[in-house]
């Protein structure tokens, strides 16, 4: 229970820290927000707003003979795909200037491309849009997806209070770190990468800001939030070199996938190499971040009740932690690369059964190089945490 006692001098830090970081968010947030001439017209994605589904009025099916022509094969009606269905609907919009109108919409299924959203029914939370007909002008709205952001903030919600339960006092200063950490990304280092900043500039003062701010609210002012970050800074930052290194000597373009094209089309003088830069740095971020309070923290307890301590037994105790750390830490690295592009290496694979081509697709490589410099990273952050711990906990008070 001691540890669930505000002091002070820690609650002191974290109202200067969150002062800090909401003028360093409000003035990041007007150099880099977005403006009308920031934006491709040609890309722009128009409106959508929310409504729910009040009633369904008719069902029809597509039954002409319309072919579609798909790379070396044909989609015809007499095919085993399910001909195109237009569902119309009733829908109130729930929100923006037309909140509460009752309006006419359609949902398309076309299965040619897919397998489309599940049929509306009356009570549905959807996403609509509105466009114009060429022909007579008038306003015709479309279903764009099933409204989930519900069940998302619902999801949301459980893991906050799911944290504030296990961690009390340390739960409820993760969330407003996280919290300070998400909107700093969205409102200040993303829009910074589409107006065209310096990507490798924000990248490292995001980086070292939100390691500052995240270490100084969760832990306050102490030895071990100092050794932590310290350890972190060391770890990003040899993972950034990496980066760099690794960048230049395999000739990374950074065209990945269809998204980077979109990207360059969207704004072309973005450095979508830079960007390649700035995932793995960002990426990267959180597991350092971890191995570095984990290997802070251990020692600190050490220096509690450890009795005759030496510089030279603190460095290898704090070496040994970080020998049974680094495994899982990496692992967890790894794993996460590898689970969010499952889709793309299954689809590849499928496609290819050639390894040599597979591993020398830019979008295999850049997720091979993201892996393995975040792990080099994680790998050196415990030797620099483990150094300054031993060094500061041997220092008198």
């Known amino acids: 229970m001691k540890e669930d006692k505000v002091k002070l001098t820690d609650l002191s830090v974290f109202l200067i820290v969150s002062v800090i970081t909401i003028v360093f968010i409000i ?3 007007h150099i880099c927000k977005m403006d009308d001439t920031d934006a491709n017209s040609d890309l722009s ?11 369904i009025t008719k069902t029809t099916t597509g039954t002409d003979d319309t072919s579609y022509q798909y790379d070396d094969s044909t989609v015809s009606a007499d095919s085993n795909v399910p001909p195109t269905k237009t569902i119309y609907f009733k829908a109130t919009i729930l929100n923006g200037p037309d909140k509460g109108t009752t309006v006419d919409g359609t949902q398309v299924l076309d299965y040619t491309y897919g397998t489309p959203d599940k049929e509306v029914t009356q009570g549905n939370q959807i996403i609509i849009s509105p466009s ?3 022909d007579s002008g008038a306003t015709v709205w479309t279903m764009i997806s099933y409204n989930k952001i519900n069940y998302l903030v619902g999801l949301l919600v459980v893991f906050l209070v799911i944290l504030i339960i296990i961690g009390r006092l340390k ?3 993760t969330i407003i770190a996280l919290i300070y950490s998400t909107v700093i990304i ?3 280092y993303i829009p910074s ?3 065209g900043y310096n990507i490798y500039l924000s990248t490292t003062i995001v980086a070292v800001f939100i390691i500052f701010m995240s270490m100084l ?6 030895k071990k939030t100092w050794g932590a970050i310290i350890g972190n800074i060391g770890g990003v930052a040899i993972a950034g070199l990496l980066g760099l290194l690794a960048n230049k000597v395999m000739g990374i373009t950074g065209m990945v996938d269809e998204n980077s094209m979109f990207l360059k089309t969207y704004n072309n003088g973005i450095d979508l190499v830079g960007v390649v830069w700035g995932g793995i740095v960002i990426g990267s971020l959180g597991a350092i971040m971890d191995i570095s309070m984990t290997i802070a923290s251990a020692m600190h307890e050490l220096s509690e009740t450890m009795k005759n301590k030496t510089f030279g037994d603190m460095l290898r105790s704090g070496m040994n932690i970080g020998k049974d750390a680094i495994g899982t830490m990496t692992n967890t690295l790894v794993l996460a690369y590898i689970g969010s592009s499952l889709a793309v290496v299954l689809l590849l694979m499928a496609y290819s059964r050639s390894s040599v081509y597979l591993f020398n697709m830019e979008m295999i490589m850049v997720q091979i190089i993201q892996a393995v410099v975040g792990s080099i990273g994680i790998l050196f952050a415990v030797p620099i945490t483990a150094l300054f711990a031993a060094r500061i906990y041997n220092k008198d008070d």
């Open 171 to 173: 739960g409820f200063t």
């Open 27 to 29: 003035v990041g947030y």
């Open 132 to 134: 114009q007909d060429p």
């Open 45 to 55: 994605s128009g409106t959508y707003y929310k409504a729910k589904i009040e009633s």
């Open 186 to 188: 969205f409102t200040i």
């Open 193 to 195: 990468i589409l107006k």
């Open 217 to 222: 609210i969760i832990n306050g002012a102490n």
